[in-house]
């Protein structure tokens, strides 16, 4: 993320969860937030709880937030917020956080008793872990009615207008295939396609290991008894080596679709 | 393989289905799933740092540095890359990297303080990492990462502080001074928790390999053992190294050494010479009478204080005659202090300085801008004199020079002066690549100590070859201090890898 995405990013983060701007500059800006978000990105639990057991006047922070220096003009005192920062990275979490369950409905702006149908859509995280790492998404969507599934999910939905409310003169059908049942579907989808994938790196991992352990083995041949020191190099080898497999949802939800 | 599933999402969202509700909002949906295809680390290899710096292209090596302690060392390594190769920008790229990646949250940056306001303006210009120097009074969590000295670090109340921060990394620059592991700075350092930490160096070998094996004990406590399985191990003589191959290949699981022909860059050549100079029949005869003081008296029998006399008279009797009238004031007997007496006017009697008419005749045929580094301040200030007695030009530095006074010298040197007289502790930090001729006046017993001279003026941007001119005095204490360099040049070739020239070749000389 280059200065000017952070910049659009925080502007967009702050509209959508109703915290004022209240100075606006290209590589700056001055944020009222709001108690809600005070308490999710501030990390200050002791204020919080003294405002609510004496009963007085919350005041939630007001922040600056510096997005680019090196093209700043002025002496602002604020906080530089790039990517990697603590504070962005809190940020995201609450992204996350506050952007992981939808329902929405599309409006196709064609009038009259359109029909919509129900699709689960769940965006899929899949990570591979030995010495280092490397991550994939899986957008999924599950037609309810069909059974069909679809991928790239995500990118489908991003042409469309989708709003939180059925719109006037349209027809929601009420989804056939549970949305618990189509999810169970996905999960074994998503395990299907990582068993099908390359592994050759978790083996890469195994040899390296097996080879370190070599070394270490070596070191030690004259120890009768093995000094603790071993024990913990060898862990430490365990620990960076073993290959593992995780499956996060990043989110999902109902999307009733023309 | 074992798949790790976490069921939070499912359980929330089978509970709004439930409850219908509450929903997210779209927009934030969206960007959800944007800064998750943003944060994605496609590649097993490859670094994300570079994609946000886009003021800086770092070097090629430095990438790769980057990339090996990040995969193949898992974030714990020391950068053992030869004296001006960018070890800071690799450590800048293996910070950014982790912040990137949300490992590393806090970080502390330990380095001379001669070097602290260095590292602050890298990080913070090409980095952007928000780093500051440590300041008593504003904190320690000022930030979240802080450069602060090794010297105040040690120290209380500031040790205690840095203890309770539970820094994700720790980087150190100029690691080699915890070399010695009875110090106390070792001992903090060692205390200290260490999920990453670089520990920066171009000298991890610089007497003997037992110092390697104290670094890497702090890096990654077990790697080579203990004490006692190393020393068994690797022999108890201090310089013959057994097993090299296994203990290399040790090593380099722990350590990135990039050597400047590897860089990619053009770098000009080293000429090195080892120039021998002769004694005249009068300093011979001083220098012999000096030794003698051993057998004389007890004042001076003593190794140490022997070894440090011999040394400064082949450097000059100024430096000589400065510790030789304090020693004197320690002899008791009559008989002692005739002898002694009888030395110092054997000295203040010398008329000739026959390696201060070498480095006169060098800079003359050199004809160019020359460095002269001395151990000692009174030989520096002899030389001064001298060579201002031929006409030349030579402006004095050292390190306890203020910050100004520094830049001033090296700008008097670069301007005006033919010729810049360093201390010992004067090289460190200066960069001087206009200048492509080094005289080591005195040699140290510590062959990284030259390696760390002549860096100053052979790295980047350097653009023509360097000479560098060894001298020693033939039969005396220099011989074999020459010797025993070559030793622990060997040792440290053996198991780090090879040197760039910093004598002149072995059998050359022997």
Known sequence: MYPQQVHDYLQTFFQETNCPILTEHPYYMVVQLTEEMDKKIMNRPFYWQYVESAGIEPAPLQLTLVTDRTKLQEDINGEMIHFGSPRLNRLFEATKELGAFVKLYEYTGKGNSMTLTPWLGVNYKVSYYCHHTKEMLYSLGINLLTGQVVENFQERLKTRNLQSSIPADTFAVPYIIKPARALDRLDVLVEEMIIDDDHSWAKAAEARWLRDLEVLEYFYIDSVTKPESYELEKKALEEQYTPRIKVDMVNGGLFYLS | ?510
């Open chain 2, 1 to 510: 393989m074992y798949i790790e599933r976490s069921s939070d999402w499912k359980a929330g969202f089978l509970k709004r289905l439930e409850e219908n509700g509450p929903w997210d909002n779209w927009t934030l949906y969206n960007m959800s799933y944007d800064m998750a295809e943003h944060n994605l680390i496609t590649d097993f290899t490859g670094l994300q740092a570079p994609k946000y710096l886009p003021h800086f292209t770092p070097l090629a090596h430095q990438l790769e540095a980057a990339e090996t302690v990040i995969e193949r060392m898992n974030g714990k390594a020391i950068l053992a890359d030869e004296v001006g190769l960018g070890k800071t920008i690799e450590a800048g790229l293996v910070l950014k990297e982790y912040m990137i990646r949300g490992l590393v949250k806090k970080a502390l940056i330990l380095a001379p303080a001669s070097l602290i306001n260095q590292w602050v303006e890298e990080l913070n210009n090409k980095f952007f990492i928000p780093a500051i120097a440590y300041r008593k009074k504003y904190g320690i969590d000022q930030s979240e990462i802080i450069v602060m000295s090794m010297d105040t670090a040690k120290k209380s109340p500031h040790r205690e502080l840095i203890y309770e921060q539970d820094y994700d990394m720790i980087i150190i620059d100029e690691a080699h001074k915890l070399k010695n592991h009875k110090t106390k700075v070792y001992e903090f350092v060692q205390s200290l928790k260490k999920k990453f930490c670089l520990l920066l160096t171009a000298t991890p070998i610089q007497n003997d390999v037992f110092e390697l094996f104290y670094l890497i004990s702090l890096l990654k406590p077990g790697h080579l053992g203990n004490f006692e399985a190393f020393q068994t191990s690797f022999s108890a003589s201090k310089r013959t190294v057994e097993h090299e191959e296994y203990l290399k290949e040790l090593v380099n699981q722990v350590m990135v050494r990039n050597r400047r022909q590897d860089t990619g860059v053009e770098w000009t050549n080293r000429k090195v010479q080892n120039i021998q100079i002769q004694f005249t029949k009068e300093e011979q005869e001083a220098y012999d009478l000096l030794t003698g003081l051993k057998d004389i008296s007890s004042v001076f029998s003593g190794a140490f204080s022997m070894i440090t006399l011999q040394k400064e008279i082949c450097s000059s009797k100024e430096a000589a005659c400065m510790t030789l009238s304090h020693m004197l004031s320690k002899c008791t007997s009559e008989e002692e202090i005739a002898y002694a007496e009888a030395v110092m006017e054997k000295l203040m009697n010398l008329e000739v300085n026959s390696k201060a008419e070498k480095v006169y005749e060098i800079i003359s045929q050199a004809d160019d801008k020359v460095i002269i580094f001395t151990e000692y301040r009174a030989s520096q200030t002899y030389l001064q004199w001298y060579l201002g007695t031929k006409g030349i030009t030579s402006v004095p530095f050292n390190g306890k020079f203020s910050k100004s006074k520094r830049d001033w010298m090296k700008q008097l040197f670069q301007e005006k002066a033919q010729v810049l007289i360093a201390t010992e502790s004067g090289a460190e930090g200066i960069n001087l690549q206009f200048c492509h001729h080094v005289i080591n006046y005195d040699l140290p017993w510590n062959p990284m100590k030259l390696e760390q001279r002549i860096g100053r003026v052979h790295r980047l941007g350097q653009e023509h070859d360097v000479h560098i001119y060894n001298l020693a005095i033939e039969d005396t204490i220099e011989q074999h201090i020459l010797g025993l360099l070559y030793e622990k040049i060997d040792v440290f070739e053996k198991v780090v890898g090879e040197l760039d020239d910093i004598l002149t070749s072995y059998k050359e000389s022997i």
